[in-house]
């Protein structure tokens, strides 16, 4: 798979917005992967949310409502 956004631009951004972290080499690799998982489950959810309402489209309120759904489960 080929990565959009270089690795020096994830370490960049991550050092901008917490300058006090010590990152190790790979942790931008991590956070990547962690994002990948995140849409992926994003996308699981919103197509069960889909097919429950008998769309055959995901829409906007079916990822919105999905995303509300995982971000619960993962601050609970």
Same mark, same amino acid.
């Given at each position: ?6 690795? +020096? ?5 991550? =050092?901008?917005? =917490?300058?006090?972290? @010590? ?22 959810e ?7 309402? @008998? ?17 619960k =489960?993962?601050? +609970?």
């Amino acid at each position: 798979m080929k990565r959009t956004v270089p690795r +020096g631009t994830w370490k960049r951004l991550m =050092k901008k917005h =917490k300058p006090q972290l @010590k990152l190790s080499a790979n942790a931008d690799l991590l956070v990547h992967l962690d994002f990948l998982l995140f849409l992926h489950r994003l996308a699981e959810e919103a197509r069960t949310n889909a097919i429950s309402e @008998k769309s055959k489209t995901i829409k906007y309120e079916h990822i919105i409502s999905s995303a509300k759904i995982i971000l619960k =489960k993962s601050r +609970g």
